[in-house]
């Protein structure tokens, strides 16, 4: 049932701020103002690298794990797509967890890739949305993402429940490697419980997205660019836009625009930048002014003070609440996804069920 929505993947979007809740909450103890794991059969103080494999978005969240569990852990963190990881003979460790995320439980790349890491003697954990799926029976570590079942083929909501969990691993990890202290995990939690509301204040700008998408829509390229976290959204941004509006779209780490995309860049190609204000921004500014010196039209998500010092001369500017680097995945998610939506419909694709894709991918 959709409700008062359009399409499924319209109310997927705008349940993030209760599933997302919903997902924290059966991770984060409040009273003890900790984040919990549930229990498990080995210690994580042991883990000495993570591999985190996923196909698609859900390897997005890997790669914005990678920056979380190395940054708040100091581990190790290798990403990989499912597809590459397994026939390349990965090398496999004792001391290594191996952390699958899917919405299914059910994609084929993922799962063999599971089950040669198990076969391989690699300790095993999974963020995953159905539970009663084969990843969730065959994982070492269940870590369930409570976003209720997805039907739009576009992964929306899953993709912000499994952030939300990746960081509760990545808050643990931390802890058992006696990485964070308890005011400093206390200080994580309170920003954790802060998402939904940010969230909700990020869903606020849909009719200005919706304005700005007629624009986009006539695009035949867009490009997404980001650093850190925001690199893994700019791909994020860019495969959602192409999925379901069929425009094409590359995501590239805003520092690699000069190696060779630059050339790309003229007055039809639309460049959504991705930027929240902190250590990263300058330098991304400055990359969009190589692109805007181009003649590239740029869209810039960003907060307040962001947008105060970089929104001049934009094409559109999207502002998001000023919150924490750590939840901040969590919350610029939502104009990426609001964008694409509002692209698809404007260009009057199903944007359910966009052509070629199902929305489990049972084959290799
Ligand atoms: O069910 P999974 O999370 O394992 O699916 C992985 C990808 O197929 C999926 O995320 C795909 O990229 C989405 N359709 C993107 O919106």
Request: aromatic share 4%; with cysteine.
């Amino acid at each position: 049932d959709k409700g008062n929505h359009r399409h499924f993947m319209q109310k997927e979007i705008f349940e993030q701020p209760v599933v997302v809740a919903q997902t924290l909450q059966s991770y984060i103890r409040s009273v003890e103002q900790q984040v919990a794991l549930p229990q498990m059969d080995f210690a994580l103080s042991v883990i000495e690298r993570v591999t985190i494999i996923a196909c698609g978005t859900a390897s997005y969240v890997g790669l914005i794990g990678k920056y979380w569990i190395e940054q708040l852990a100091r581990v190790p963190v290798e990403v990989d797509v499912a597809s590459e990881f397994r026939y390349r003979d990965p090398v496999l460790t004792p001391n290594m967890l191996g952390v699958v995320v899917s919405q299914s439980g059910e994609t084929a790349d993922t799962l063999a890739a599971l089950r040669h890491m198990k076969a391989g003697g690699v300790t095993t954990a999974g963020i995953i949305n159905v539970p009663t799926s084969s990843m969730a029976r065959e994982v070492d570590l269940l870590l369930p993402t409570h976003a209720g079942p997805e039907i739009g083929v576009a992964s929306t909501k899953a993709f912000t429940c499994q952030l939300a969990v990746m960081a509760a691993l990545a808050v643990n990890l931390a802890r058992a490697k006696g990485r964070l202290d308890a005011s400093e995990e206390a200080e994580i939690v309170r920003h954790l419980i802060e998402a939904p509301a940010a969230i909700n204040a990020a869903l606020a700008h849909d009719a200005e997205i919706e304005a700005m998408a007629h624009t986009i829509a006539q695009a035949r390229d867009v490009l997404y660019l980001g650093r850190g976290p925001d690199y893994a959204l700019a791909l994020e941004g860019a495969l959602k836009l192409k999925e379901i509006s069929y425009i094409h779209a590359e995501g590239y780490a805003a520092g690699e625009m000069k190696h060779g995309p630059i050339a790309l860049i003229d007055e039809a190609v639309p460049i959504i930048v991705i930027a929240p204000s902190g250590p990263l921004f300058e330098k991304t500014v400055s990359n969009m002014q190589e692109v805007r010196a181009r003649g590239g039209k740029v869209v810039l998500i960003s907060d307040t003070e962001g947008l105060a010092e970089a929104g001049e001369g934009c094409l559109a500017t999207i502002e998001m609440p000023q919150v924490h680097p750590l939840i901040a995945p969590l919350v610029y998610a939502v104009p990426v996804q609001l964008l694409a939506y509002h692209v698809a419909v404007a260009k009057g694709t199903d944007v359910d069920q966009p052509r070629n894709l199902a929305k489990s991918v049972t084959v290799e």
